[in-house]
C-alpha cells in the first residue's frame, strides 16, 4: 500500500505528494548513521555496525525524488528546481558552518581551528568531497583529525549531483534517460573496484564511486511500475 497525501505546496499552490515511506526510509538512514558514529552497537551486530549504509540510502533516495520531480511537474523549470534547493539547503548549512565555528574558537587551538576555516571554502563552492581527499583526510578518524565539517562530503556529491542530472535529464527525456542511466550505473560501479586498488581513499570521497548509488535511484523511479508489477506476481501468494 502507497503510504502519502497530498497538501498544498506554499510556494507554487501546486499540489505535492507527501510520501510516508521515503520519509521513513530518511529517517531509517538518519538512525543508521547515529548509531555508527555514536558506536551505540548494542546489539553486536553488523548491521548496526555498518550504519553507513545510512548515506548509501539518503543517495539512492535523491536519485529517485529528482527524477520523480523532473518527470511528473508539468511545465517544468529548471531554474526553479535551483532556486528551491539553495533556499532548502544552504540557510541550514550557512548556519551550521557559522555557528560551529563560532563554538570551536572557543575550544580549539589556532592551528586546529585553521584547518576547520580552510575547508570552508570548498565546502560552500560543494567541493569538500574533493578537499578531504586532497588533504588525505580518513574519514574514519573524523574524531582524532579533529575535522568539524568532513560529513559534508556526501552532501557535496548531492550538489555535483543537483547540479549535472537535472539538465541531462531534461535534454535526453525519459526513454533516451533509460540508456544514459544504466550506462552511468555500470561504469560507476566498475570504478569502484578500479578505484579500491589503485587509490582507495579517492574512492570514498570520489562522485564516480557513489553515482551508481544515486542512478539506482533514478532507475528505480523510471522501472517502477515494472517493478511493482513483478513484486505483486511473485509475492501475491502471501496476500
Same mark, same amino acid.
Given at each position: +500500500?502507497?503510504?502519502?497525501?497530498?497538501?498544498?505546496?506554499?510556494?507554487?499552490?501546486?499540489?505535492?505528494?507527501?510520501?510516508?515511506?521515503?520519509?521513513?526510509?530518511?529517517?531509517?538512514?538518519?538512525?543508521?548513521?547515529? $548509531?555508527?558514529?555514536?558506536?551505540?552497537?548494542?546489539?553486536?551486530?553488523?548491521?548496526?555496525?555498518?550504519?553507513?549504509?545510512?548515506?548509501?540510502?539518503?543517495?539512492?533516495?535523491?536519485?529517485?525524488?529528482?527524477?520523480?520531480?523532473?518527470?511528473?511537474?508539468?511545465?517544468?523549470?529548471?531554474?526553479?528546481?535551483?532556486?528551491?534547493?539553495?533556499?532548502? $539547503?544552504?540557510?541550514?548549512?550557512?548556519?551550521?558552518?557559522?555557528?560551529?565555528?563560532?563554538?570551536?574558537?572557543?575550544?580549539?587551538?589556532?592551528?586546529?581551528?585553521?584547518?576547520?576555516?580552510?575547508?570552508?571554502?570548498?565546502?560552500?563552492?560543494? $567541493?569538500?568531497?574533493?578537499?578531504?581527499?586532497?588533504?588525505?583526510?580518513?574519514?574514519?578518524?573524523?574524531?582524532?583529525?579533529?575535522?568539524?565539517?568532513?560529513?559534508?562530503?556526501?552532501?557535496?556529491?548531492?550538489?555535483?549531483?543537483? $547540479?549535472?542530472?537535472?539538465?541531462?535529464?531534461?535534454?535526453?527525456?525519459?526513454?533516451?534517460?533509460?540508456?544514459?542511466?544504466?550506462?552511468?550505473?555500470?561504469?560507476?560501479?566498475?570504478?569502484?573496484?578500479?578505484?579500491?586498488?589503485?587509490?582507495? +581513499?579517492?574512492?570514498?570521497?570520489?562522485?564516480?564511486?557513489?553515482?551508481?548509488?544515486?542512478?539506482?535511484?533514478?532507475?528505480?523511479?523510471?522501472?517502477?511500475?515494472?517493478?511493482?508489477?513483478?513484486?505483486?506476481?511473485?509475492?501475491?501468494?502471501?496476500?
Amino acid at each position: +500500500m502507497k503510504m502519502s497525501i497530498k497538501f498544498k505546496n506554499s510556494i507554487d499552490g501546486n499540489n505535492v505528494i507527501f510520501r510516508h515511506d521515503i520519509e521513513i526510509l530518511r529517517g531509517f538512514s538518519v538512525l543508521l548513521v547515529l $548509531l555508527y558514529h555514536f558506536d551505540f552497537n548494542i546489539f553486536k551486530s553488523n548491521f548496526t555496525d555498518s550504519g553507513y549504509i545510512g548515506v548509501d540510502i539518503f543517495f539512492i533516495i535523491s536519485g529517485y525524488v529528482i527524477t520523480k520531480i523532473i518527470f511528473e511537474k508539468k511545465n517544468y523549470n529548471i531554474i526553479n528546481f535551483y532556486v528551491k534547493r539553495i533556499k532548502r $539547503l544552504i540557510p541550514v548549512l550557512l548556519f551550521v558552518l557559522t555557528s560551529s565555528i563560532i563554538i570551536a574558537y572557543f575550544i580549539f587551538e589556532n592551528f586546529i581551528l585553521k584547518k576547520n576555516l580552510d575547508s570552508i571554502y570548498s565546502i560552500i563552492l560543494g $567541493l569538500s568531497n574533493y578537499f578531504f581527499w586532497l588533504t588525505s583526510t580518513i574519514y574514519q578518524f573524523a574524531e582524532k583529525n579533529n575535522m568539524l565539517f568532513l560529513h559534508t562530503w556526501s552532501l557535496a556529491i548531492e550538489f555535483q549531483f543537483y $547540479l549535472l542530472f537535472p539538465v541531462a535529464l531534461i535534454i535526453l527525456g525519459k526513454e533516451f534517460s533509460k540508456i544514459f542511466l544504466i550506462l552511468i550505473f555500470i561504469l560507476s560501479y566498475i570504478s569502484i573496484f578500479y578505484f579500491y586498488e589503485k587509490n582507495n +581513499m579517492f574512492n570514498f570521497y570520489s562522485p564516480s564511486s557513489r553515482i551508481f548509488e544515486i542512478t539506482a535511484g533514478c532507475l528505480a523511479y523510471i522501472f517502477q511500475k515494472k517493478i511493482k508489477k513483478n513484486i505483486n506476481e511473485k509475492f501475491e501468494i502471501y496476500f
